[in-house]
């Protein structure tokens, strides 16, 4: 493991053997400006695993309904306008990092395939 007090990623997905992507779930996790943020975990899994991908999953459907109406003047104050939904906070970031060289993918429910 990278450092002290951080845990592996939550699933790693192989195929033919080879790291194909890292999967990190989380659930009201910060996203910056914190040891335990999303942010750092990615780098973490970044500079130690190096996957060709890494996807943060997080269940929007939920967060829209229970957290959005408390944060979003905070997300305006960041963004500079007020977000529609979680989908779009994860987007804002993923297009902040990727400048940074973190190239990270957001997952939600929708991405996820059920079968009948």
């Not at 780098?43 to 943060?56: D, F």
């Not at 959005?68 to 993923?94: C, D, H, M, V």
Request: charged content about 25%; some cysteine; overall charge negative.
């Amino acid at each position: 493991m990278p450092t002290a007090g951080w845990c592996e990623p939550d699933l790693f997905i192989l195929q033919d053997l080879k790291l194909v992507k890292v999967i990190e779930v989380i659930v009201l996790d910060p996203y910056e400006n914190s040891e335990n943020s999303v942010y750092s975990k990615c780098w973490k899994i970044h500079n130690y695993y190096n996957p060709p991908e890494i996807v943060v999953f997080e269940p929007t459907n939920y967060l829209d309904k229970v957290r959005l109406p408390e944060t979003k003047n905070e997300y305006k104050r960041k963004f500079g306008y007020e977000p529609k939904s979680y989908t779009q906070i994860q987007e804002s970031y993923a297009n902040k990092w990727k400048k940074n060289g973190l190239h990270v993918t957001f997952w939600n429910e929708a991405n996820i395939i059920t079968e009948p």
